[in-house]
């Protein structure tokens, strides 16, 4: 048989949205608890991968500070660093279940990770540099650029100073233990624990502080929940990652065998911890709570299971909903909004059993 064949390794792989620029996302359903490996992490990328030269491998902090700086790779690697295992998800992820559709990669469930990330506290590059009081916002640009809306531009991204200052937010140079991946952001990456992924800005090039509002076609164009169909009234820019879960197990449409079942997934908030999760096996009428294996843990997702007898010669809708710490819970409809971003409804599949 093809699995104990030593020849024929059946690995899981990314599935590719688009080549150029590479969007690929993570086959989640097979992926275990705790750190996604480097080679299945998503990859989300706006342009090419930027190239590498000397130039790549110092950061530059300058700006609205007393001293303008410049650190070399060598030197960051050396200063105080703070480790944060974190789930980074884009704001994009499960787009494809959006009703009515909208725009943009289809992605499904995959389009998060969760990593090990070590670096220096960005507080502690600012404090270096010495932070003006006029100080409004923090703007991380990267190698990386290309062509949006006609203009040449860097892929750039933004700050408040208050979330800049917070103890998590790192510049990293590891990512599970080794150093980050060319296709990850190498040399030197932001991490934004909890806010979704295009505010962790890879292969930083400058900080820049400024004493203004940053405005650029990733602040105030993408990234912003635009909730109306046809107006770009009340718009709201798109920080923290919702209260989501996925199902693992079964697969969707999987035909099954009577008898006894687990199912099981992961779940994750941006802000607090998951405190629940709930399973319904006949179309949300009743819901049970699943067993949460391990202690819940800021930033992290956690792995969800719940055990049950199926009928013979039935079908089954599955409804999955986790609640977090500061009381949000899934919704029964996500929230629709122009772009796609933030979904995160109750989760759902279909099995039948045999
Ligand atoms: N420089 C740069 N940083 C970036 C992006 C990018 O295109 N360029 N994409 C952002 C988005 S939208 C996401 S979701 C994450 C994806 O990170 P990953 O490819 O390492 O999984 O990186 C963010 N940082
Ligand atoms: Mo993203």
């Excluded at 046809?230 to 996925?246: D, G, K, M, R």
């Amino acid at each position: 048989m093809y699995p104990r064949d030593p020849f024929f390794k059946n690995k899981p792989y990314l599935t590719t949205r688009s080549l150029q620029p590479d969007n690929q996302e993570t086959p989640i359903h097979f992926l275990e608890n705790g750190e996604t490996p480097t080679g299945l992490t998503y990859r989300r990328n706006h342009f090419p991968f930027p190239t590498l030269s000397t130039k790549s491998y110092y950061l530059t902090i300058t700006g609205s500070v007393k001293t303008p700086i410049t650190i070399q790779y060598n030197q960051i690697t050396t200063m105080p660093s703070r480790t944060v295992t974190a789930v980074v998800e884009c704001s994009g992820n499960k787009r494809a279940h959006f009703r009515p559709k909208v725009f943009g990669e289809q992605w499904k469930d995959g389009a998060i990770s969760q990593g090990t990330w070590k670096g220096v506290p960005l507080f502690h590059l600012l404090q270096i540099a010495g932070v003006q009081d006029s100080v409004h916002e923090v703007v991380f640009e990267g190698n990386d650029s290309g062509i949006k809306k006609g203009q040449h531009v860097p892929f750039v991204r933004s700050l408040p100073l208050k979330k800049a200052m917070e103890h998590d937010v790192i510049v990293a140079w590891e990512h599970n233990h080794k150093q980050i991946s060319p296709k990850h952001g190498f040399p030197f990456r932001l991490i934004v624990p909890g806010w979704y992924g295009m505010a962790s800005v890879k292969w930083l090039k400058t900080i820049r502080v400024v004493d203004h509002p940053f405005s650029g076609p990733f602040q105030t164009d993408d990234y912003v929940y635009y909730p109306h169909k046809n107006n770009n009234e009340e718009a709201v820019p798109v920080t923290v990652s919702h209260v989501n879960s996925i199902i693992q197990q079964p697969l969707d449409r999987q035909i099954l065998q009577l008898g006894q079942h687990e199912i099981k997934g992961l779940a994750w908030t941006g802000e607090g911890v998951v405190i629940s999760v709930e399973v319904s096996v006949d179309d949300g009428e009743t819901w049970k709570t699943a067993t949460l294996h391990g202690q819940p843990r800021q930033f992290q997702w956690i792995k969800w299971s719940y055990s049950i007898v199926f009928e013979k010669n039935r079908e089954y809708s599955i409804k999955v909903r986790a609640y977090d710490s500061n009381g949000h819970l899934q919704p029964d409809t996500a929230f629709w909004n122009q772009k796609g971003y933030g979904y995160n409804a109750v989760s759902q599949i279909k099995i039948k059993v045999e």
